[in-house]
């Protein structure tokens, strides 16, 4: 009999979203190997969202206090330790954010276990699908060890839906250790457009911009989507190096990928084929980019895009 | 201060990955291999703590087959000092990386071990969190800077890890969901880098003619003492689901059209 434990992601007393994906992939782990899901939420305001969770999952912990104010691995890896071997979990699982990509190594180290990163799917009870490759693969792991640690791509999974009855929140008393990092500050970046990796749309411009991403600028903002770009456009310094997609930038997933100007090497292709729906517009018809395309527009992205923005403010 | 950095031999991002069709792997014949992109960010950066921080010293190391010394070379190439290979042909998850690279640190002793956030071929992003905590040290994951890289800093080739006055904790901003979070973190300690840390440098003629006169040294697993035996098995690759072949559409007008009432997304 499987037990697994939900590490939950919050911040001041608010649960993410993306612990609801991760929630979603334990109970199909549950499902697979027949077992039960408990979760713990670490950190300030964990009392807080543990509430908020329990709506969910029938026992939460939540640890908080000293030593766990701030996300660092070394703290919170120590208290999810500490309620895995408390509930004596079989299976830890979270999402494979910033947070979840920092702590969930050093959990599987503590615990001898073996990790499955970022996984896309639960094929059974020890067995998941993730990308290689930056998706150009997809591979079925099989964690040979008795505790497995999962880290779970969000947007591959549903939410959750919360179950009937609310479960219970239990304080869980973990002494944290002396952490060799300490935490200095946070810039939150502040920006009027989505993160691209969050985005439910993103516009992406390459070489033929020339340089120029007004029209691409002007198109992300009618439709609420971020900004992207080709290895290209970044490496001839017309845009940032973090708006890069592609293998060695950002892996995107939107509802709506709009490539415009983008050749389509290897490179970019890795980092947005996922994307539901791909919109091409280039003006070489022969462009790798439409053959991965779902709707294609041969034509010149500074006469199509104003078009494009406008028909667009025309729906809204 | 000596500072470990790592070096993987991964396909090259811009080489064509199919699947084998037994399903067991990727065909690697007529694939280009390369650095791991992030871990060549993680060269640059050793090097630049390095010339900031004399007397200082790089170490390249690569684990995997005896083709990784080409890696080793373009690392010694773009200025390490020295390298060291791990000797071993076929599969290693990141759990037995994460442990061969522990014997290598209990044995050069580093202040600082550099990697790529993640190699770019099995894409995993766990081996240096693993290290720190079978190192029991601290870590910084995803480390990037404040300044752009196209800022005078970065054309200076300064370094963006901020070694303290007296030389035992560095400062790390790391790209986080969000934001940029800054940590200070003891030395030795694991910093795995992010994209925006830095631009790379070429290796010049004259250092890779140099390079090739640089000591590599070779261990095994066994030397080491490291069971490899794999954690995380991979039983099957597949190709991804294949995207059906797209339309084209003749004006801006039937593109929102489809895209308003067919897809749904506009």
């Known amino acids: ?316 | 201060m000596k500072i470990l950095v790592t070096v993987k031999r991964v396909e090259d991002y811009e080489s064509k990955i199919k699947v084998k069709p037994d399903n067991s792997w990727i065909v690697t014949e007529g694939v280009n291999y390369r650095a791991n992109p992030f871990d060549e960010i993680a060269v640059e950066e050793a090097l630049r703590v390095r010339d900031t921080n004399a007397p200082s010293e790089v170490v390249a190391v690569s684990i995997g087959s005896g083709a990784a010394q080409a890696e080793i070379r373009s690392a010694l190439a773009m200025g390490a000092d020295r390298g060291i290979l791990v000797k071993h042909d076929g599969f290693l998850d990141s759990d037995a990386v994460a442990r061969l690279l522990q014997k290598v640190v209990a044995k050069e002793k580093p202040d600082l071990v550099l990697m790529g956030k993640q190699a770019v071929d099995v894409d995993d992003n766990v081996t240096g969190q693993l290290l720190a905590e079978y190192l029991g040290c601290g870590q910084a994951t995803f480390a990037s800077k404040k300044e752009s890289l196209e800022s005078p800093e970065e054309k200076a080739k300064k370094p963006g890890l901020q070694l303290g006055a007296d030389k035992k904790t560095l400062q790390v901003a790391r790209e986080v969901d969000g934001g940029l979070e800054v940590l200070e973190v003891q030395l030795p300690a694991v910093i795995t880098v992010d994209l925006r840390l830095n631009v790379p440098r070429y290796a010049s003629l004259p250092n890779i003619m140099k390079a090739k006169k640089k000591p590599i040294e070779e261990l095994t697993p066994a030397a080491l003492g490291v069971d490899v035996a794999p954690k995380v098995k991979v039983v099957r690759v597949e190709a991804p689901p294949a995207r059906t072949a797209g339309i084209k559409v003749p004006d801006v007008a039937t593109l929102v059209k489809k895209l308003h009432e067919d897809a749904k997304v506009v």
């Open chain 1, 1 to 316: 009999m499987a037990t697994i434990l939900l590490i939950a992601e919050q911040a001041h007393g608010h649960l993410k979203k993306a612990t609801l994906s991760a929630l979603t992939a334990a109970q199909q782990v549950a499902q697979k190997g027949g077992g039960q899901i408990q979760a713990v939420v670490i950190g300030a305001g964990a009392a807080q969202s543990a509430q908020e969770l329990a709506a969910y999952v029938p026992t939460v912990h939540a640890v908080e206090g000293s030593g766990f104010e701030h996300a660092l691995a070394e703290t919170h890896s120590a208290a999810a330790v500490e309620a895995a071997k408390k509930i004596g979990a079989t299976d830890v699982v979270l999402a494979a954010t910033a947070y979840g990509k920092d702590i969930a190594p050093r959990i599987a180290a503590k615990l001898g276990a073996g990790v499955a990163s970022d996984i896309l799917a639960v094929v059974s009870a020890n067995q998941f699908k993730r990308a290689m490759w930056a998706g150009n693969a997809i591979a079925t792991v099989e964690v040979t060890t008795p505790v497995k640690v999962v880290s779970v791509r969000a947007t591959e999974f549903p939410a959750a839906q919360k179950s009937g009855s609310p479960g219970a929140v239990q304080q869980l008393g973990v002494t944290a250790p002396a952490p060799k990092t300490r935490f200095i500050e946070f810039n939150e970046v502040k920006s009027a457009r989505p993160e691209l990796t969050e985005a439910s749309v993103v516009v992406s411009g390459g070489r033929g911009t020339k340089g120029d991403f007004k029209p691409i600028e002007e198109l992300a903002d009618v439709l609420n989507a971020a900004v992207g770009a080709s290895r290209a456009v970044v490496d001839a310094g017309w845009q940032p190096n973090d708006l890069q997609v592609g293998q060695t930038g950002k892996v995107v997933a939107p509802k709506l990928y709009i490539a415009a100007g983008i050749s389509g090497a290897i490179q970019h292709l890795a980092g947005m084929k996922g994307s539901k729906t791909i919109v091409a517009i280039n003006k070489d018809a022969e462009a790798p980019i439409f053959q991965v395309a779902d709707y294609g527009l041969v034509a010149d992205l500074f006469k199509a895009l104003p078009e494009l923005t406008e028909e667009v403010k025309k729906l809204k």
